[in-house]
């Protein structure tokens, strides 16, 4: 698999200007799906570190309301 990779991206020069322009949608196509990739496996995380969120600034405004109140 390695060598296949490594020979495919080695092999791009020399190439004819279509195949130079096919090269370049095939590395789009790949960071799309990258892309997409890192997004769906962060967005676990980012709802995780959004209810931590929440929970500080909800105890944070309960103290603040309490040191306001006098208690």
């Given at each position: 698999m390695y060598k296949?990779?490594?020979n495919f991206f080695l092999n791009r020069k020399g190439k004819s200007k279509d195949e130079k322009g096919q090269g370049l949608a095939?590395?789009?196509v790949v960071l799309i799906v990258i892309?997409?990739?890192a997004?769906?496996?962060l967005?676990?995380?980012g709802n995780s570190i959004e209810s931590?969120?929440?929970s500080v600034?909800?105890?944070i405004d309960q103290k603040v309301t309490d040191l306001?109140?006098?208690s």
């Open positions: 296949k990779v490594k095939e590395y789009a892309v997409l990739a997004v769906v496996a967005s676990p995380v931590v969120g929440t600034s909800g105890t306001q109140s006098g």
